[in-house]
């Protein structure tokens, strides 16, 4: 698979124009995917777009390369949940079969990078193109050391099946790494607390090529029977996700079930890359936790050109 977007800006922007415009940009896209015989495209909107750019990208890609190319997106974890600042909206009575699990898109969600509604999104006939979500739990967008987070994405009627958990492999590529043996014991939690909604997503890793470098030496040998280094690390959470029965894991305080569609809980405040005060800093001018996070991240923790960055906005 390849992957389009993430810190390249203008990605989407560019696929969003006219008509004329979006064949200017796309066809060098076809022909990448053609010259290199991929088998599907993550999508990593990490700019504000209408919901119709990644509704006609879908549409087209699948198009193009038929039901069995892979079509996914890497939304942050609060893209998929919704804002608990907005009174919970009756549910369009479209969405409320008991068999399909949905988000509610009238719902507004937390604030997050892609401009649009994933609810929405999920809802619309692109959504049934989308194999998965490859969703970021990490650089303060969300926690993956417990499944708080997790529950609280389900619990808003997305489906389990669809959410990866996605997670830093090292210290190095972002805040919130989490060692390998808590991480085991979380992955085997969400396997066996939704077996019976059609199985846990599943889990992405950023990024391979030096997963497991946070780990003690040895460490993952010890739980896994594998060797350090990127292979070691994903035979680790392989003995967990491929087991045949999945593993009951142990659920610690707090991390109750949640199956039932309704508002997500309160969530616990997750790990950022940047100083407690230089988020506050820019929450105490009028910016949300996320904007802040998200504009820090933008200008490598650079206070003053992260402020500016929300102003323009």
């Known amino acids: 698979m390849g992957m389009l977007g993430g810190a390249a800006k ?74 608990p600042a907005y009174p919970t909206p009756p549910r369009p009575a479209l969405f409320m079969t008991p068999t399909t699990r949905t988000p509610n898109p009238l719902h507004p969600t937390l604030p997050h990078l892609s401009g649009f509604s994933y ?33 609280a994405i389900v619990a808003a009627g997305w489906p389990p099946s669809k959410v990866v958990l996605g997670v830093v492999t090292n ?48 460490a993952i040998a010890e739980v896994a029977g594998a060797a350090d280094g990127p292979a070691g690390w994903v035979q680790g959470l392989g003995n967990v996700l491929r087991a045949v029965r999945p593993p009951s894991g142990s659920v610690r305080a707090g991390e109750t079930g949640a199956a039932g569609f309704g508002q997500a809980p309160a969530l616990p405040v997750p790990p950022v890359p940047w100083p407690g005060e230089d988020v506050e800093r820019l929450i105490v001018i009028g910016f949300s936790r996320q904007e802040a996070v998200a504009a820090l991240n933008a200008t490598d923790g650079n206070v003053e050109m992260a402020a500016g960055l929300l102003f323009e906005r």
């Not at 959504?127 to 417990?146: E, M």
């Not at 989490?178 to 014991?185: A, G």
Request: some cysteine.
């Open 171 to 218: 210290p190095g590529n972002g805040a919130g790494y989490i060692d390998l043996v808590k991480f085991r014991n979380v992955c085997s939690v969400l396997r066996a607390r939704y077996e019976g909604l059609g199985g846990f997503g599943g889990v992405m890793g950023w990024e391979y090529f030096n997963a497991g470098g946070g780990e003690q030496r040895g």
């Open 119 to 151: 609810p929405a999104l999920e809802v619309s006939d692109a959504g049934r193109l989308i194999s998965w979500y490859n969703t970021q739990f990490y650089c303060g967008w969300g926690d993956a050391g417990s499944t708080v987070w997790y529950d």
């Open 10 to 83: 203008g990605s989407f922007e560019r696929l969003s124009g006219g008509d004329e415009e979006f064949e200017a940009y796309y066809s060098p896209l076809h022909a990448i995917i053609q010259r290199h015989n991929l088998q599907g495209l993550d999508l990593d909107i990490e700019e504000a777009v209408p919901l119709s750019t990644p509704t006609r990208l879908l549409s087209r890609l699948r198009a193009d390369f038929g039901p069995s190319f892979i079509l996914t997106l890497a939304p942050v974890a609060t893209a998929l949940l919704p804002d």
